[in-house]
């Protein structure tokens, strides 16, 4: 393991313990419908991350669809983390991705998108007009899209800074995979909240009807 390695593991392991401290467990424990969601959107984080493409030759990063920008708007920011930790652990122990760099997928691959878009959401939601169109778009579609990149321009950093490949094949094999990755990232979420607030809106913790719908 190496250094950033570790230190992205000590920060991943501090973050997640904070989540778990400022968690109302005896809540979780009671209430079936949130261990539902949580275990449920875990499970489909984790099947849709067995899927990708990777960069032939060492220790391969991984091109996925994400779904977490979704994932944050359906379970709130604590969750999300904690359900795209349980998809990781789970793609970790059937060798999809490496225990060594475990740190920093959960930052930089989980912590930062998350967080990136929860960010937009919060200002989406405190300083424009409260609007389906402004809820899906710029809460779901946009951010997902944006996520992605993000995700994928720190991942290209640190393999760098680390050694692991050089920047030409990081830019060439890597990072020229962000164009073709926006439009269905953003699709992928921004339909899912779509498609949610239409039948369910009940399971998306961040909508609420008085806010998007009453005297619309």
């Keep these: ?12 392991a501090v973050l997640l313990g904070t989540i778990a401290r400022n968690i109302h467990w005896s809540e979780f424990v009671a209430t079936k419908q949130k261990q539902h969601m ?7 984080v984790f099947f849709l991350w067995i899927f990708r493409a990777s960069v032939p030759g060492g220790p391969s990063p991984s091109v996925h669809f994400m779904w977490l920008v979704a994932l944050a708007l359906i379970l709130g920011f604590r969750y999300a983390i904690m359900a795209a930790t349980i998809a990781l652990i789970g793609a970790t122990a059937i060798g999809k991705e490496s225990w060594a760099m475990f740190g920093i997928n959960g930052m930089l691959g989980i912590a930062a998108p998350i967080a990136f878009s929860y ?28 996520a992605i990149a993000l995700k994928i321009s720190l991942m290209s950093g640190y393999y760098v800074l680390d050694g692991i490949y050089s920047w ?44 998007y719908i009453d005297g619309k």
Excluded at 38 to 44: K, R
Excluded at 120 to 132: E, M
């Design 1 to 12: 393991m190496t250094t950033l390695q570790l230190v992205g593991l000590l920060l991943f």
């Design 38 to 44: 949580l275990f449920g959107c875990a499970a489909a």
């Design 119 to 146: 960010m937009l959401f919060i200002l989406a939601f405190h300083k424009l007009p409260r609007n389906l169109f402004i809820y899906v778009f710029l809460c779901a579609f946009i951010p997902g899209a944006l």
């Design 168 to 211: 030409s094949t990081v830019k060439d094999s890597y990072l020229i995979l962000i164009p073709l990755l926006l439009f269905p990232e953003g699709m992928l979420n921004g339909m899912t909240m779509t498609i949610l607030i239409i039948y369910f809106p009940g399971l998306a913790y961040t909508f609420h009807d008085k806010f």
